[in-house]
């Protein structure tokens, strides 16, 4: 992303932001980052993930910046790369202080120096490495407004660092918060030798260093020379399209400069300048915070309102627009009424029609239950009716067989042995096509019954059969060739072998099964 700020013939300014996909640094770094994947060298990854998302918070895109920090954090977890974890957490603090949300941004500086700390213990890396650690630190005392811990924090860097960038930027801080401290002579000397190296060594860093100079300027009240470096680290930003996140705090200084200088349509029109920045920088409406959900929903709170009403009391006093700003918001609360009205009645529709496509097929399934239900009833009700014709054959069968019985003992007929043979065969084959046709209509029983009771024998499964039809004792003693005592005492050991107590009823227990 690039903002930039051009001047008009009358004197006026123009802010202009351009969102671009990628840069040419950007797009080496996800190339580099796509390699090692596709290489298998997470720990590569990691590292370029990590340099990349710093770069992506360096140019404002906030939003991969979370990602990717978040990406690699949980990477780096799953290898268990310590140093990457801490450099993970250095770059979430930044991105929460961005957002004021000072205490989360302390937690994440905070964790990242344990687990360096940790490393360095245990000899894994350099104490250099800490000079890391103590540099956002020092910076985040610093806008706390408490220079002193901020000066031990910068101690310590000095202490420990040994990259000549690193340095720089250090020295850079001391001389701002010596501006802080009121300390003018020694910040201004500090920033003189220091300039070229800024300049020449280090660009990328010069939006910073100018914005601090202005403020050095700014505390003397001497408004021309802060003006001038105020420009100058517009420009910087500009140039080089980095710290573009100061862009929108240098507008608000200038905005204040023009104020006690006297310039009040300057200072309104910078403070316009500073708010859309912000707008499009920091609000959760902006498409470059969109997926940034957990920052977004929870949007610095009771003190970024407080600050909101601020900077409408200061806009109102220098052009007297709050009517319009009113306007706007209650556009705003109306539109967002609407959009929730839209969704509730959204929502309650397809509730609604969900439940009634709900009750529709419970309604179905009923049906369909108690269609099955009256057709395995029907057909039991058949099967009961062929059974009892089985059993009045049977009983006919059997006295038939008896008077032969008596005819061959009297004569002693071979014909009469025969026919008793037969009628007996007979017998037997009725019982089998009873139980063919009763496993046809009710195919799951014996298997249902088997496995919930599986110590049953062949001969209580046919007595449990014929309890499912309601037979009577006299029937099954019939169908089952024996007497109705012996019918009975088979119904008691069963009733041993299902477990049933004395009130419960044996054939509506056969019946659930």
């Not at 000549?164 to 910040?187: C, I, P, S």
């Not at 300027?217 to 802060?226: L, V």
């Not at 084959?429 to 009873?434: A, D, N, P, R």
Request: glycine share 4%.
């Amino acid at each position: 992303m690039s903002i930039g700020l051009s001047q008009h013939k009358d004197g006026s300014y123009k802010l202009w932001i351009y969102q671009s996909q990628e840069d040419t640094l950007t797009r080496a770094l996800n190339t580099k980052w796509n390699n090692a994947l596709k290489s298998r060298d997470t720990l590569l990854a990691i590292q370029v993930l990590n340099h990349l998302s710093g770069v992506y918070c360096n140019r404002v895109n906030y939003s991969k910046s979370y990602d990717g920090y978040w990406k690699a954090l949980l990477l780096a977890d799953q290898k268990k790369d310590e140093q990457s974890k801490a450099a993970s957490y250095n770059g979430l603090g930044i991105l929460y202080s961005l957002y004021e949300r000072r205490d989360e941004a302390l937690k994440y500086y905070l964790a990242s120096l344990d687990i360096n700390l940790d490393l360095v213990k245990k000899g894994l890396i350099d104490r250099s490495a800490l000079s890391e650690n103590y540099f956002p630190l020092a910076v985040h005392y610093k806008y706390d407004q408490k220079p002193k811990i901020a000066h031990l924090y910068l101690d310590s860097c000095e202490r420990f660092q040994s990259d000549k960038a690193m340095n720089l930027y250090t020295t850079v801080e001391r001389g701002h918060l010596y501006v802080q401290e009121e300390k003018f002579e020694q910040a201004e000397q500090i920033f003189k030798q220091i300039e070229n190296q800024v300049t020449q060594s280090s660009p990328d860093f010069s939006p910073i260093f100018f914005s601090y100079q202005g403020d050095l300027y700014s505390a003397q009240q001497k408004f021309e020379q802060a003006t001038a470096y105020y420009i100058q680290s517009l420009k910087a930003a500009q140039r080089h399209s980095s710290h573009l996140n100061f862009v929108p705090d240098v507008y608000e200084k200038l905005s204040q400069l023009m104020s006690r200088w006297g310039k009040p349509e300057k200072a309104n029109e910078y403070l316009k300048l500073a708010n859309e920045i912000n707008e499009y920088l920091y609000s959760s409406r902006s498409p470059n915070n969109k997926h940034l959900l957990e920052i977004k929903d929870k949007f610095r709170l009771e003190q970024e309102r407080n600050a909101q009403l601020a900077k409408e009391r200061r806009l109102a006093a220098l052009e007297q627009e709050q009517q319009i700003a009113d306007l706007k918001i209650f556009l705003l609360i109306l539109s967002i009424g609407f959009l929730i009205s839209a969704g509730l009645f959204i929502f309650k529709y397809w509730r609604t029609k969900h439940k009634a496509e709900k009750k529709a097929l419970e309604v179905e399934k009923q049906k369909e239950a108690e269609k099955s239900q009256e057709i395995l009833s029907v057909k039991n009700k058949e099967l009961t009716l062929s059974t009892l014709q089985l059993i009045a054959k049977d009983e006919l069968l059997s006295n038939l067989k008896n008077g032969l019985s008596r005819i061959q003992k009297e004569s002693m007929s071979n014909e009469a042995g025969k026919l008793i043979k037969e009628i007996g065969l007979n017998k037997d084959q009725s019982w089998l096509e009873f139980e063919k046709r009763f496993t046809t209509v009710n195919n799951d029983f014996y298997k249902n019954i088997k496995n919930q009771f599986p110590n049953l024998t062949p001969y209580d499964l046919k007595i449990c059969a014929l309890l499912k039809l309601d037979f009577t004792g006299k029937e099954m003693a019939t169908l089952l060739g024996i007497s109705a005592e012996s019918a009975q005492t088979s119904r008691y050991r069963l009733r041993k072998k299902l477990r049933l107590k004395k009130e419960d009823n044996l054939v509506e227990f056969i019946n659930q099964v």
